[in-house]
């Protein structure tokens, strides 16, 4: 590798943090004149790497968006966390993802260092991609990005919304949040129609258009955006409170639970504990008793019993 390129490398790795770049201090950072910068600056702009100027006592250089994109640099954990989420973005619900994800890790792993290489397949091993029915609320990528930019740029939309009863309503809306939960995306929005905040599910949307009007700066719903749509959500279906043995040491499940274990409560010792859950669905409580991989008794709620014998069944059957 001559200077010439060795130099422009370190160029572009310092470009590539988004701030604006005095000349001074790149010719600081790389020991070259300012001289020296400037050539290279037009060097990289001629293969393709949109580099901005800006003039007077504030001014400097700046990385920002082109036509195309340009190779990028990564350092080795930047790197290791992208072929990482690459491998485990098939339990997105976004419509053809899975796909380019392939594609893209196909790509990153050509080019990977034989250490990287290993420390992502160790990584990988040991996680598994969650496998999407066709019902399972996937998404387009379309919807996502119309969704995102007209939240964005504060304008008002309109879609077609298709109700747990299956029947269709037209909604005129002013979006505040795109956000994604669980498996699933929804919409926070205010409702024009109904002068109220509502929440929507994503994959029941269709015909999304920005109508172009400009919506209001509206405070968020109270509690902020995250707290209405845990509560909206949460009033779709029944909640209850799990009780359950766990044959394995209280430190041990506390641990597996995290943050999930919420206002819930953990007794026991180190053969055993007892599990009193925050309030939820039977499938979320049901999903993360199977997630804790370890043998359990349910001794309430009878509905939450009668789900995992229902997955019992699903599950025997598909053998």
């Known amino acids: 590798m001559t200077d010439t390129t060795a130099r422009l490398l370190s160029l572009l790795s310092l470009l590539q943090t988004p701030r604006l770049w005095p000349g001074s201090e790149l010719a600081e950072r790389l020991g070259v004149s300012g001289r020296t910068v400037r050539r290279d600056i037009d060097r990289l702009r001629e293969i393709g790497y949109p580099v901005e100027a800006s003039a007077g006592g504030l001014g400097g250089y700046r990385l920002t968006a082109g036509s195309a994109m340009p190779p990028l640099l990564l350092d080795d954990e930047e790197a290791v966390a992208i072929a990482v989420g690459l491998g485990t973005v098939a339990g997105q619900a976004v419509r053809g993802v899975d796909e380019a994800a392939v ?5 990153l792993a050509q080019v990977l260092p034989v250490k990287l290489r290993r420390q992502v397949s160790t990584l990988t091993a040991g996680t598994q991609p969650f496998a999407l029915s066709p019902a399972a609320g996937v998404v387009s990528s379309d919807s996502l990005v119309t969704i995102a930019a007209a939240s964005a740029n504060h304008e008002r ?19 505040v949040r795109l956000v994604a939960s669980g498996r699933r995306w929804y919409l926070v929005a205010f ?29 968020p719903p109270a509690g902020g955006v995250e707290k209405f749509l845990r509560t909206q959500v949460m009033g779709m279906a029944p909640t209850f409170r799990a009780d359950v043995t766990l044959h394995a040491s209280r430190q041990a499940i506390a641990a597996r639970l995290g943050d999930r274990l919420g206002d819930g409560t953990l007794t026991g010792d180190d053969d055993s504990c007892r599990w009193y859950s925050h309030a ?15 043998d359990f008794q349910v001794h309430g709620p009878p509905q939450l019993q009668a789900h995992l014998d229902t997955l019992a069944v699903r599950i025997t059957r598909s053998r």
């Open 280 to 294: 939820d669905t039977v499938e979320w409580l049901a999903t993360q008793l199977l997630l804790l991989d370890t």
């Open 191 to 219: 409702d024009l129609d109904r002068d109220d905040w509502r929440t929507f599910r994503v994959d029941r949307t269709t015909d999304l258009r920005a109508t172009g009007a400009r919506a209001q700066h509206r405070s």
């Open 103 to 107: 594609r893209a890790a196909a790509k």
């Open 157 to 175: 939309m309109r879609f077609r919304y298709r109700g747990h009863d299956g029947t269709e309503t037209a909604r005129h809306v002013e979006p």
